[in-house]
């Protein structure tokens, strides 16, 4: 296994964690089918999602998620290679119903953040009990670290996002796609880790020829607010303002979903979004990614690893521990239902 990026007994207890959560967000979102736009009338989640099985050892219940390899296992990939994987999902689309999309949704987590860090050296009890409400700390060495709010990545969580870079484009080499949008939760660490990820291959900064990229042109990411982190309690999942994170990253291209407030509208000092609610915001993100980019079939999101959980709670994938710059590719199948079978 990478020795750079390995899942942890943490990174496992946290993907399993929280079970009840997934019968209570069930009962939401059959609630939340029946939700409309109030000024245009039409339903605000008219998309379902399931997983295609066999194309990734990710959703294969047989695959040990402690001894799993992302890096050596080709980032999982089940087929025989990614043009065969190329091949099935763009017959997949061919042979779809109106109604139906299917796409490769690319699901990153960012590099180590101070954070992530704090709570190695701490525990994850007293991280959740007392560390996770302070902006950081002085270590008996002498050395501060601050993880809140917003924090950034580490030195190895660079190098993470590095070892990433080097891992795409091996397997580029190999045939596999370039994602053609790319998502970005709001937190410094995702949109660095994003970055140092597809950096020459399809992110540059705005004084760069972006001829020279492996895309062959620049790819602009989408900022949105859906990919952050749960919400509330821990000042690491409270954002930067939106001035700030254009500042760090508008010259990598990045731009902001509408809507985009400057402040932090969302955070709370006096509560924890549920896994449920989360789930809940992650099909919302599925639904805008479905719904609003139908000619994109490859897709990148760099987020968190309470995210990829929601993801992975909202699309029905089994659950699978992903590590700090880890990564998870699921072939989902989108079905829009008629309106007039939602009414």
């Avoid at 007293?126 to 709010?149: A, F, M």
Wanted: proline share 5%; glycine share 6%.
């Amino acid at each position: 296994m990478s020795d750079l990026i390995k899942v942890t007994q943490c990174d496992v207890e946290d993907a399993h964690a929280n079970a009840d959560q997934e019968v209570i967000y069930t009962k939401l979102i059959s609630e939340a089918r029946y939700q409309r736009d109030p000024q245009t009338g039409k339903t605000l989640r008219p998309w379902r999602f399931e997983v295609v099985q066999g194309m990734f050892k990710q959703s294969d219940e047989s695959t040990d998620e402690l001894s799993f390899d992302l890096l050596k296992e080709n980032f999982g990939l089940a087929v025989s290679s990614w043009t065969a994987l190329k091949v099935k999902l763009h017959q997949l689309n061919l042979d779809k119903k109106p109604n139906e999309s299917y796409k490769l949704l690319i699901c990153a987590r960012h590099g180590q953040g101070y954070h992530n860090e704090a709570v190695s050296i701490f525990g994850i009890e007293e991280w959740n009990n007392h560390w996770s409400h302070r902006t950081g700390t002085t270590l008996p060495d002498g050395r501060e670290i601050v993880w809140g709010p917003d924090p950034m990545l580490t030195p190895l969580g660079e190098r993470q996002a590095d070892e990433l870079n080097k891992a795409w484009k091996r397997q580029i080499e190999h045939g596999a796609p370039i994602p053609t949008r790319y998502f970005s939760s709001p937190f410094s660490r995702s949109c660095m880790t994003l970055v140092r990820t597809w950096k020459d291959i399809s992110i540059c900064e705005e004084n760069e020829d972006p001829t020279q990229l492996l895309s062959s042109k620049r790819h602009l990411p989408i900022v949105t607010e859906n990919l952050r982190e749960t919400i509330g309690s821990h000042l690491c999942d409270k954002r930067s303002p939106k001035r700030i994170i254009a500042q760090r990253f508008s010259k990598f291209g990045f731009t902001f979903e509408k809507g985009f407030q400057e402040e932090d509208i969302y955070y709370r000092d006096d509560w924890r979004e549920s896994l449920s609610e989360q789930s809940l915001r992650a099909d919302a993100f599925l639904q805008d990614v479905f719904e609003n980019y139908p000619d994109d079939v490859y897709i990148s999101s760099t987020s968190h690893a309470g995210e990829i959980r929601a993801i992975i709670t909202a699309l029905g994938h089994r659950k699978f521990a992903i590590p700090t710059a880890g990564t998870i590719p699921i072939v989902v199948k989108g079905t829009r239902i008629q309106e007039e079978l939602v009414a």
